[in-house]
C-alpha cells in the first residue's frame, strides 16, 4: 500500500535519527554484511555521508522519518528507508524527487542486494559496469548503473 510522503533537505538536526534509520535499514536489507561490517560503517556513514551528500529526508504522513536519500551531484550515492516503510513508495518518491532536482542519474548498488539491483532496473536504470571492490576497497564488487540520457 502506498503511502503519502513529504521530502524535505535534510539538517544537521536530522543526522542521528537517519544515521539509526540506516542502521535498522542496513540491517533488513545487506544480509551480506556481517554485525562487524555494519559496525565498522557507522563511523563513515555519520562523520562521512550525512555530512558530505545533499540530504533529502523522507517524512511519512505521521511525520516520522521513514527515509533518506544522499545525492552527489547527480549521483545517488544512497537511498535507506526505514524497514516499517519500505515498499511503499518511498524510494520510487526519492528517485523522482532527484529526477526533476538533477535530471538523469546514477548509482552505484552492491551485487550481493539483488533487492536494490531490482528496484533501480525497475525504475529504467540500466547497468553500464562493474568494479571487484567497493570505493573502499572491500570485497564487495560494485554495479555501476544510470539512466539512458536521451
Known amino acids: 500500500m502506498r503511502e503519502k510522503f513529504l521530502i524535505r533537505a535534510g539538517v544537521p538536526g536530522d543526522h542521528d535519527a537517519l544515521l539509526a534509520l540506516w542502521l535498522r535499514s542496513v540491517r533488513a536489507t545487506h544480509t551480506f554484511l556481517t554485525a562487524a561490517d555494519i559496525e565498522?560503517?557507522?563511523?563513515?556513514?555519520?562523520d562521512g555521508a550525512l555530512v558530505a551528500l545533499e540530504l533529502s529526508v523522507l517524512v511519512a504522513g505521521d511525520g516520522a522519518l521513514a527515509g533518506f536519500m544522499g545525492l552527489d551531484g547527480a549521483k545517488v550515492e544512497?537511498?535507506?528507508?526505514?524497514?516499517?516503510?519500505?515498499?511503499?513508495?518511498?524510494?520510487?518518491?526519492?528517485?523522482a524527487h532527484a529526477r526533476q532536482v538533477k535530471g538523469?542519474?546514477?548509482?552505484?548498488?552492491?551485487?550481493?542486494?539483488?533487492?536494490a539491483l531490482a528496484f533501480y532496473l525497475a525504475r529504467g536504470f540500466v547497468v553500464v559496469g562493474r568494479s571487484e571492490t567497493d570505493g573502499e576497497g572491500r570485497p564487495f564488487p560494485l554495479l555501476h548503473l544510470a539512466e539512458p540520457t536521451p
Open 104 to 115: 538523469a542519474l546514477a548509482v552505484d548498488v552492491n551485487e550481493q542486494n539483488p533487492d
Open 40 to 46: 565498522a560503517l557507522i563511523p563513515a556513514v555519520r
Open 78 to 95: 544512497a537511498i535507506f528507508i526505514d524497514p516499517a516503510h519500505a515498499g511503499k513508495g518511498g524510494g520510487t518518491a526519492l528517485i
